[in-house]
């Protein structure tokens, strides 16, 4: 469902406009200004901006800008009561859409709505069809932004489209599956199956029958032949998440599907071709199980043509805030509730955290902290004690993390600053805050910048 953001200062319009788009069946957020406008678009991507020309303090045109800056296949429609010459040239100059006067009848710009849709679908489809590494599937900005995330995901767009075997490594809720799902969705095989198994969830029996299939009689209950899941992907990409667990016969024959594409059913002989690009996941040191006999060194290097790691949470939390409004958006909509955002204050106790359970133990503070709160913000008292109550080490000196917000805040940001070697604007961008609310914040607690 495309997601369209309506910008107006004047109510009635923008009210009267959101409910033509959802009658369409759009999924529509309304700003009531440019100021907030930016805000949603630091945060959200959407199909279809459509913003008034003149709203204070910021304008339709800066909207625009900001628009085409961050997510240029994104198209954007100008409206506006006061149509010149010389507003359209500047819009169309920016990268807009279309140019509307005010007033105008819902039949036309609805139509116009379609258009831009629909040169938002086949500028997408161009982009896939070249191989463009810039075009990648919706979820990029769900990953994050930060350099190391988009380090990974160009990597990720760069051999998509190739054959080659992936290995993708990190800590358990780094989204590893997320990452192979994203390579398929980029791969020339994206319109086959993506199918998936995790190595850690089953006996070795039971992962033999479900990777490879069994005839009727192959083994006590198995009272009809059934396809493996390598045949069911046929002609897609099979996902092994967490293969390090894998036990060591279904190693050996792993090794031969990736040298021949051929399987055997359990319980019968007869090979069977399988078409199948396979990428791989897990979270152990696998050359250190190697050493230990505990995995294959020919598999190791099968299954290492190209390697992806993805880095923990803690080593980019520049990229929670984003991750954080995500999951809010998510759980509000599945819970029915009308939760918006979240408080600078909440932010600070959100980017303090370490998360050993990394963007998983994210999703599950944000949607247990949208279930219990009454309001439509979310304050640090709604997110889960573990993430607010009682000190808690953090960093390389392992110092307990004050008690108070200020001191937390306060320490943050000196740690923040130091770690940066006092660079205040990659200090702001790591703190997910701009460098003007960073100088308040160190006047306010009295941090002097390097060097004075």
């Given at each position: 469902m495309p997601r369209i953001?309506?910008?107006?200062?004047?109510?009635?319009?923008?009210?009267?406009?959101?409910?033509?788009?959802?009658?369409?069946?759009?999924?529509?957020?309304?700003?009531?200004?440019?100021?907030?406008?930016?805000?949603?678009?630091?945060?959200?991507?959407?199909?279809?901006?459509?913003?008034?020309?003149?709203?204070?303090?910021?304008?339709?045109?800066?909207?625009?800008?900001?628009?085409?800056?961050?997510a240029p296949q994104t198209e954007v429609i100008v409206m506006t009561a006061y149509g010149s010459i010389e507003a359209a040239v500047?819009?169309?100059?920016?990268?807009?859409?279309?140019?509307?006067?005010?007033?105008?009848?819902?039949?036309?710009?609805l139509t116009r709505v379609r258009n831009a849709l629909e040169k938002t679908r086949l500028t997408t489809e161009v982009r896939l069809l070249r191989g463009d590494p810039k075009s990648r599937v919706g979820f990029e900005q769900l990953l994050g932004q930060s350099p190391a995330m988009q380090a990974v995901m160009e990597k990720a767009a760069r051999v998509a489209v190739t054959e080659s075997t992936i290995l993708i490594t990190g800590e358990s809720g780094t989204g590893k599956e997320l990452v192979a799902r994203a390579i398929h969705a980029r791969s020339l095989r994206a319109s086959k199956p993506f199918v998936s198994v995790n190595c850690a969830a089953f006996p070795e029996q039971l992962l033999e029958s479900e990777l490879f299939g069994h005839i009727k009689g192959a083994f006590t209950g198995a009272v009809a032949s059934r396809k493996g899941l390598l045949e069911?992907?046929?002609?897609?990409?099979?996902?092994?998440?967490?293969?390090?667990?894998?036990?060591?016969?279904?190693?050996?024959?792993?090794?031969r599907v990736l040298e021949d594409r051929v399987i055997r059913r359990l319980g019968d002989n007869r090979p069977i071709r399988v078409d199948v690009r396979i990428l791989t996941a897990t979270n152990r040191d696998l050359p250190a199980a190697i050493r230990e006999k505990a995995f294959r060194e020919d598999l190791y290097y099968r299954l290492n043509v190209v390697a992806l790691?993805?880095?923990?949470l803690r080593a980019r939390r520049e990229d929670i805030p984003l991750l954080a409004h995500h999951f809010l958006a998510v759980a509000s909509r599945r819970m029915g509730k009308a939760v918006k955002s979240l408080s600078e204050d909440a932010l600070v106790f959100l980017r303090a955290h370490d998360y050993p359970g990394n963007i998983r133990e994210l999703e599950n503070a944000v949607e247990q902290a949208v279930a219990f709160t009454t309001s439509s913000l979310i304050r640090p008292e709604d997110l889960p004690e573990a993430l607010r109550g009682g000190p808690r080490t953090t960093g390389d000196e392992g110092a307990a993390v004050p008690g108070t917000l200020e001191e937390m805040e306060r320490d943050l940001i000196l740690r923040r600053i130091r770690d940066l070697n006092g660079n205040l604007s990659l200090a702001a961008r790591a703190l997910g805050i701009g460098r003007?609310?960073?100088w308040r914040k160190m006047k306010a607690y009295r941090i002097e910048p390097a060097g004075r």
């Open positions: 953001l309506v910008v107006d200062d004047e109510p009635g319009m923008r009210r009267s406009l959101a409910i033509s788009l959802k009658r369409e069946g759009y999924e529509v957020e309304e700003a009531p200004g440019g100021t907030e406008a930016l805000l949603r678009l630091e945060r959200e991507i959407y199909d279809l901006v459509m913003t008034d020309l003149k709203m204070g303090p910021v304008g339709g045109l800066e909207v625009l800008a900001a628009v085409k800056k961050g500047d819009a169309m100059r920016l990268g807009a859409f279309d140019f509307v006067t005010k007033p105008f009848q819902a039949q036309e710009i069911e992907a046929h002609g897609g990409t099979f996902f092994f998440d967490e293969v390090g667990d894998t036990p060591p016969g279904i190693q050996a024959k792993l090794l790691h993805l880095p923990p003007t609310t960073l």
